[in-house]
């Protein structure tokens, strides 16, 4: 029998890794009939890769597991390069899928030639839907940041949380209280004395510190900022999942509909320092979130759901492992971000359009498509 080679291998395997992925969920095609979307929930697992998911599922289920990302019944690969690298930053590539342009690494929602372009949350909420960020990491941090403000470096956190409240993001979520706090304040990190956490206040914003806190705060726009930097994931912190239902709730509650974008954040973080633990946890932590978002989305009937990520960390290989999952092996490439495609889940309508190969910048303008968004993706100064 003639061998095939590595490459034709390779091959074979993607092509079939798209066939049964694009047939294995059998309630898929109820809801992906209809052309048009209601909602939008974008979740990204920053530095995610195909091994890491992998890694996870054994971890969760051994050699059968499977995770909730894998009931979603579209699947495809995203490039990840930014506009002057091979290589992408996160800051390059939350903005190519923010605003369907590429830019330079380190660019929060800018151009290469300075000018801003418009978010597809953005976007959305001209046309009238609320709209909410998610993230464990602080909100400045480079993903949610390149979908709620505009700054040419990701390190002007403090101008991002500003741009945050100057667009009126109806739901803000995770870490980052210094960014918005004067250092006169415990924990703040603002040297201009500004308290924005007292302008969110005067402008209707309530404000949450706990689980609890969220968990009783009354309808209308909410801050919930449960660390000074980054979350540390333990009580009384709400968990991703529990931020993700929670602005799902929220976000709802608007006729016309909403975007969301989930991040979690610290799974990228894991793989730098090569910590194959934190990188499984993060990693599971995730998928509850992703779970929050389809249990809501099948009820639902016109959201759509699609999860993937910004670059892969770590160069991560499966080396050896026992069959319950309880051990797992692994070799990493590098302690940096790396030039692999990415992969990419979607359930609900419209979620066949993105299937197959792609760019990360066709995911706003698809999005802005299925929502029935004109003028997308666009610049302004």
């Known amino acids: 029998m003639k061998r095939r080679s590595p490459l034709s291998i390779f091959v074979l395997a993607a092509v079939l890794f798209i066939q049964i992925a694009c047939a294995r969920n059998e309630k898929a095609p109820a809801a992906e009939s209809k052309s048009s979307a209601k909602n939008i929930i974008l979740l990204i697992g920053d530095g995610m890769g195909n091994s890491t998911i992998s890694a996870a599922r054994i971890r969760k289920g051994g050699i059968a597991g499977s995770l909730h990302m894998d009931r979603m019944p579209v699947a495809g690969f995203v490039r990840t390069s930014a506009a002057n690298a ?101 924990g703040g990190r603002r040297a201009d004395e500004r308290n924005l956490l007292g302008e969110a206040q005067a402008a209707g914003y309530t404000l949450c510190r706990t689980k609890e806190d969220l968990a009783s705060a009354p309808r209308g726009k909410i801050l919930g900022l449960f660390a000074d930097v980054h979350m540390t994931n333990k009580p009384p912190e709400p968990t991703l999942a529990d931020m993700t239902t929670a602005a799902i709730e929220r976000l709802n509650e608007r006729p016309a509909g909403f975007f969301l974008l989930v991040e979690g954040s610290q799974i990228d ?83 066949a359009s993105l299937a197959g190969f792609r760019e990360n910048t066709d995911i706003p303008k698809t999005f802005a498509r299925l929502l029935g968004i004109p003028d997308f993706p666009r610049v302004f100064d």
Not at 86 to 106: E, H, R, Y
Not at 154 to 182: Q, S
Not at 285 to 299: M, N, P, R
């Open 86 to 186: 091979l290589i992408t930053d996160s800051a390059a590539a939350a903005t190519a899928m923010a605003t369907g342009f590429k830019t330079k690494n380190g660019m929060i929602g800018v151009l290469p030639d300075g000018k801003k372009a418009l978010s597809i949350l953005e976007a959305a909420m001209s046309k009238g839907l609320a709209a909410g960020l998610v993230a464990t990491s602080s909100l400045t941090h480079a993903t949610p940041a390149s979908f709620g403000s505009h700054v040419a470096s990701r390190r002007g956190e403090f101008a991002i949380a500003e741009g945050f409240l100057v667009n009126k993001i109806d739901i803000l979520l995770g870490g980052g209280r210094g960014y918005f706090l004067p250092k006169s304040q415990e």
């Open 269 to 351: 973080w894991g793989a730098h320092d090569h910590d194959l633990e934190i990188t499984l946890k993060q990693t599971l932590d995730f998928d509850e979130a992703v779970a929050a978002a389809l249990i809501f989305a099948e009820k639902d009937g016109r959201t759509l759901v699609v999860v993937t990520s910004d670059h892969e960390t770590g160069g991560l290989i499966i080396n050896d492992g026992t069959m319950d999952g309880t051990k797992i092996t692994v070799v990493w490439a590098s302690q940096g971000h790396n030039g692999a495609t990415v992969p990419l889940f979607a359930f609900g309508p419209g979620a």
